[in-house]
């Protein structure tokens, strides 16, 4: 998936329609939301894997900031960059091609805020913010959760491995046992290293 990165950024340039291709993802992600939460982030999305596979090798791999979960920041990151891509249609609106470039600009901003992120933090860190892992997040909150069972002793290994710095443990004794939805890429690297076996996806 890395290489759509190249095409849309790259070939868009060129021919701006390949732009509409994010729309495509776009409902495709919503759909596999509604099935499996966020499990485009974790397998599928073309940044994420750019992330892994190449900002990952350079990052310093600080912790992501703890504000970037609240609420309200999450919520500020969305509704800014959601009003500046609705202004951008607004301006293009009647002109396909240049509607096609839009959605091509939207990534490499995208593009540039998490690889500036990834550098110092976490690679995947941009992940946590991203307005459309929030959107799947929401439309996802009770779907195939990260579940944690009594057996976990809290070692914090799960968190060491988690690409956005989740920690599962957290959830073994609070009120609910599983974790929120937007919280989880679904990627497995928790559920497969936990050395208790004390998660599973519900
Ligand atoms: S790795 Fe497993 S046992 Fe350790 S904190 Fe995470 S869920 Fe608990
Ligand atoms: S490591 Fe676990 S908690 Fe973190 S994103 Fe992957 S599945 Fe979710």
Known sequence: MTLFLPLVIIGGYFYPFIGFTIVGMIMFFMTLASKR???YCGWICPMGSFHERFLSKISLQNAV???????????????????????????????????????RMMWIVSMT??????????????CVI?????FQGVMSKNTFRLHVSDDCIE????????PISTYPGNFHNAESDKVPSINC???????ENCPKGALNFS
């Open 130 to 134: 991203c307005p459309m892992g929030s």
């Open 37 to 39: 939460g966020r499990l």
């Open 65 to 103: 900031p703890l504000f970037f979960r609240q609420t309200w920041f999450r919520w500020f990151v969305f509704s800014t960059m959601m009003g500046f891509m609705t202004y951008r249609l607004y301006v293009a609106w009647g002109d396909a091609e240049a509607i096609g470039g839009v959605f």
């Open 185 to 191: 890429l679904r990627c497995y690297n928790c559920v």
């Open 155 to 162: 070692c914090r290994k799960c968190q060491r491995l988690c």
């Open 113 to 126: 805020l998490a690889i500036a992120l990834g550098l110092y933090y976490k690679a995947r860190t941009w």
